[in-house]
């Protein structure tokens, strides 16, 4: 049950976040979440973005600093 609850997050978030930049005219979002891997137990993290620059690059290829900030998230969750 949780492992096909994460495999579907990314079709649920892509959903409400495109509804929510529709309603709010153009808003962008960036999601990170993460936890134990319910199969292997190790700490994982995702990250899921609507929005991106006219070039085409969503906001973790365009923020030079996002790698650190996503393993700062990583250390959060193993810490949880």
């Given amino acids: 049950m949780k ?5 579907e997050l990314g079709p649920m978030l892509d959903c409400i976040l495109k509804h929510l ?14 936890g134990r891997d319910p199969r292997t137990g190790e700490a994982s993290v995702f990250n899921y973005h609507i929005g991106e620059l006219q070039s085409g690059a969503q906001f973790n290829h365009a923020y030079k600093d996002f790698d650190a900030m996503q393993a700062a998230f990583l250390a959060f969750t193993q810490n949880c």
Avoid: D, N, S, Y
Wanted: hydrophobic fraction near 55%; glycine fraction near 16%; charged fraction near 10%.
């Fill in 3 to 7: 492992i096909k609850a994460i495999h």
């Fill in 21 to 34: 930049a529709h309603i709010t005219g153009g808003w962008k979002f960036t999601v990170l979440m993460g």
